[in-house]
């Protein structure tokens, strides 16, 4: 309903009321939800110890967290791949489409679990009585947008929305165009175009010094995809790590530790996108970085850019989003951004002491989704 009545003020109010009808509240009249819901068939928990194996490194990265540490007993479950679990709804006839189309929203643009904001956790309803055997297109968020204007009117957001809304303005649903064998080569896809994975991975630091000689490393250079024996989302030149890599032209380092003989690895390497800057942040420094989600750590600073409400330290998720969509027997990926109000009110951006000035734009995110090859699905 944000993306018709609009997200401040009395559109609030409004939501909330609509969200009491269908689901219930416990305040107020404390009326009980429209329906019921149990859970017949269950999926239990794993640690994830899975994600953390892989050979590859995409799930270390992406699903960091997941898994039991020597040091850490603690851990967070997700839903293992490929299992399912069955849930029983129970409701009136009127409320089943409101409630259909918030399945298939939440299915494809949602998840559960831990990191399903990187493509772990993504569900797909393998029953949906209106698409039995295919997966459903977006035809049925335009459906359920204009149902609501019907019911509740419209009007424009003009300004960055409180939250996350399903409007043509303010989000993006980019379908890629590359189709995978597995949900282990689209994982690897998203890992990819997130950061370069030279670390701890010798063929492929050695697949990038063969792309750009060691006498080449001191000047602009650009990468192909090609060269890179992992699945990969964008299948141009700039599309690679774009999480670690500069604003162009893009520069290729030596990585700074030493041997044993004193020698310097020669193997190339993009240090952190603004990483100079973090190295000496002081007032009216403006990161653009910060859009990806906070805190960002810069290890070799030994500096942490942090976000904090009333002096406590809180975390910000990150706007863009992956979703691992399966077609038939081929696995696609769908990239998400909703640009809403990025810092929650007077909320300051630091590093260290300093503090940091919010660049206000997503600049940076737009041309990340541009850089990902596809199409965007049209819902307006």
């Known amino acids: ?79 293992p791949p490929n299992k399912r679990f069955k849930l029983e709804l129970l409701c009136d006839d009127r409320d089943w489409p409101r409630l259909a189309c918030l399945i298939r929203t939440w299915v494809l643009c949602g998840g559960l679990g831990a990191r399903h904001r990187r ?80 670390a701890n991975q010798s063929k492929a630091r050695t697949q990038l010094q063969e792309a750009c000689p060691t006498a080449a490393l001191g000047g ?10 992992a699945p990969a989302l964008n299948l141009g030149a700039n599309g690679f790590g774009w999480r670690q890599r500069w604003p162009p032209p893009n520069v290729w380092r030596l990585a700074g530790k030493l041997d044993r003989n004193q020698n310097r690895f020669t193997f190339p390497y993009y240090q952190g996108r603004e990483h100079d800057l973090v190295s000496a942040c002081g007032p009216g420094t403006i990161l653009r970085n910060i859009r990806f989600g906070l805190p960002v ?43 809403s109000a990025f810092l929650p009110g007077p909320a300051l951006v630091t590093c260290g002491r300093s503090r940091v000035n919010d660049a206000g734009s997503y600049a940076d995110l737009e041309a990340f989704v541009n850089a990902c090859d596809g199409t965007d699905i049209s819902f307006s």
């Open 297 to 339: 750590a810069y290890s070799s600073w030994n500096k942490m850019v942090e976000l904090e409400l009333n002096t406590i330290k809180i975390r910000r998720p990150s706007p863009l989003c992956f979703r691992v969509y399966k077609t038939g027997t081929e696995y696609r990926v769908l990239v998400l951004l909703f640009r």
């Open 119 to 198: 493509g772990a956790g993504s569900l797909r309803w393998v029953n949906d009585p209106e698409h039995p055997t295919h997966p459903p297109d977006f035809n049925f968020l335009t459906g359920a947008r204009e149902e609501l204007k019907r019911q509740f009117g419209t009007v424009t957001v003009a300004r960055a929305p409180d939250f996350d809304i399903i409007d043509p303005t303010w989000c993006r649903i980019r379908l890629c165009s590359r189709q995978f064998g597995s949900w282990q080569d689209a994982l690897t896809a998203v890992r990819n175009q997130l950061r370069i994975p030279v």
């Open 1 to 79: 309903m944000g993306g018709v009545v609009g997200t401040h003020g009395a559109a609030r109010e409004a939501i909330a009321r609509a969200e009491s009808r269908l689901f219930g509240g416990v305040s107020g009249d404390g009326r009980a939800a429209s329906f019921r819901l149990r859970l017949l068939q269950d999926v239990h928990p794993t640690d994830g110890d899975q994600y953390t194996t892989d050979p590859q490194g995409w799930a270390s990265y992406l699903c960091y967290g997941m898994g039991r540490t020597k040091d850490d007993e603690r851990h967070r479950y997700a839903i």
């Open 220 to 229: 602009p250079r650009y990468i192909s995809l090609s060269t890179i024996d």
